[in-house]
């Protein structure tokens, strides 16, 4: 839990109650999205309840569905549709760039390197992808340049496949500096 910021903590017998597919460990839920599993949990207790009212519990389960799609189906039973969730369409995304070189960071034609209507980017190569649909990058990373236009509409996931590009030699001063 992050100070300033709320969440639900659960004690330790509520934790132990928490079903285990909806259960993370410690029994911290923070706020963004995490907070929906114990609600989801626990919604048959909170029905009715004067702070709990029905638009919190749907709240709960389409957070839930969206941001954990694996725990809400395993605890439901329900599929969840990839359009309900970002999780899966990130992960689908991701999935199908592997072995790809996709953006991880860019720069506009305020940079130096950077010509005019064109954005600058660093892209590295994906090997794999996680459940939450974040990636993990290979070390081989490129540089290459692509239409400010062409990059403002892109996805979220950028593969330089998919988008027409020029692979350009690694700016002097992006280059890793060596200590030592």
């Not at 910021?5 to 029994?27: C, F, K, N, T, Y």
């Not at 029905?54 to 969840?80: I, M, N, Y």
């Not at 979220?156 to 500096?177: G, S």
Request: aromatic fraction near 8%.
């Amino acid at each position: 839990m992050t100070a300033s910021h709320g969440g639900i903590v659960l004690s330790d017998q509520r934790q132990a109650a928490m079903p285990s597919a909806l259960q993370i460990e410690g029994g911290s839920y923070e706020e963004d999205c995490d907070w929906s599993l114990p609600i989801l949990a626990f919604s048959s207790e909170l029905i009715g309840q004067g702070p709990c009212s029905a638009g919190l519990l749907q709240l709960a389960r389409d957070t839930a569905k969206c941001w954990h799609p694996d725990r809400f189906s395993a605890f439901t039973g329900e599929a969840v549709e990839e359009n309900a969730s970002a999780i899966l369409r990130t992960r689908k995304a991701y999935i199908a760039a592997i072995g790809e070189f996709c953006t991880t960071s860019a720069w506009g034609d305020w940079a130096e390197w950077v010509p005019e209507g064109k954005v600058g980017v660093i892209a590295r190569q994906v090997e794999r992808v996680d459940h939450l649909g974040r990636p993990t990058y290979g070390e081989a990373e490129v540089c290459a340049l692509i239409a400010k236009d062409l990059y403002a509409a892109r996805g979220e996931v950028t593969a330089l496949r998919d988008t027409a590009h020029e692979i350009i030699p690694m700016p002097e001063d992006l280059r890793p500096k060596r200590v030592g």
